[in-house]
């Protein structure tokens, strides 16, 4: 498996701004994913991160709310934006080692509370 | 979408009993993976099992793929084995995860 990192690994924010949440891999990945958990429940597919070309967004998320970069094979940045204290979750990076595996691998995830 | 319930939502256990998981899906799955989250929200991979029987260590787990199911075993619980265990498939020509329920587990001295 490869070392996945994420950052901020928690943060406590004001409502109506914006955080940038970076996630970095040791390894080239193919598929890379940003999951969201709210407090108690599972975790949701907000969207594919794209290497070179936009996101691909999950019913009920939209670029705007969660602009999605991924300029390279190693690293991508998902931002909430906007902030709402119904955005405090935990934010998680979800990569595929090995093209056609299919085994995804999380990183630590980011705590974010919106007050 | 396909839907991924999990049973039970909570299980207490003492130190040292033995526990069943189940995972039911709704269609047919490329691949299924179980997941433990640990109380700091650290996702830990179980198991990659889209078929069969697989063992490790204290834990095993199976995914019978025409009956639309996977069990994961815990024998000889222990403490640190409480958190929340996820199984996740995957299906259709994508390569994305989508979780099931979930299981809480509480394991007591």
């Known amino acids: 498996s490869a070392v996945i990192s994420q950052k901020p690994s928690r943060d406590i924010c004001q409502r109506g701004t914006s955080l940038t949440i970076q996630c970095q891999v040791d390894?080239?990945?193919?598929?890379m994913f940003w999951y969201r958990q709210q407090p108690g429940q599972s975790l949701t597919l907000i969207a594919t991160?794209?290497?070179?070309?936009?996101?691909?967004?999950e019913s009920g998320f939209v670029i705007d709310k969660f602009p999605i970069s991924r300029p390279n094979l190693t690293f991508s940045t998902l931002t909430v934006s906007n902030m709402s204290p119904e955005d405090s979750s935990i934010y998680l990076c979800?990569?595929?080692?090995?093209f056609g595996v299919g085994e995804l691998f999380f990183g630590e995830g980011s705590r974010l509370t919106v007050l | 979408g396909i839907q991924v319930e999990q049973s039970p939502p909570d299980l207490i256990l003492q130190e040292g009993a033995n526990s069943t998981l189940r995972c039911n899906f709704s269609?047919?799955?490329?691949?299924l993976q179980w997941f433990h989250q640990n109380p700091w929200g650290q996702l830990i991979n179980l198991f990659y099992?889209?078929?069969g029987t697989k063992q490790n260590g204290r834990l095993s787990a199976t995914t019978v793929a025409t009956e639309r199911y996977s069990l994961l075993y815990i024998s000889s619980s222990q403490t640190t084995d409480s958190g929340v265990y996820f199984c996740?498939?995957?299906?259709?020509?994508?390569?994305?995860?989508?979780f099931g329920t979930g299981t809480r587990l509480q394991v007591f001295p």
């Open positions: 991160a794209n290497q070179g070309s936009e996101a691909t967004y």
């Open positions: 099992i889209p078929s």
């Open positions: 979800s990569v595929e080692i090995g």
């Open positions: 996740a498939v995957e299906y259709g020509d994508t390569d994305k995860l989508i």
């Open positions: 390894s080239q990945v193919t598929m």
């Open positions: 269609d047919s799955v490329n691949n």
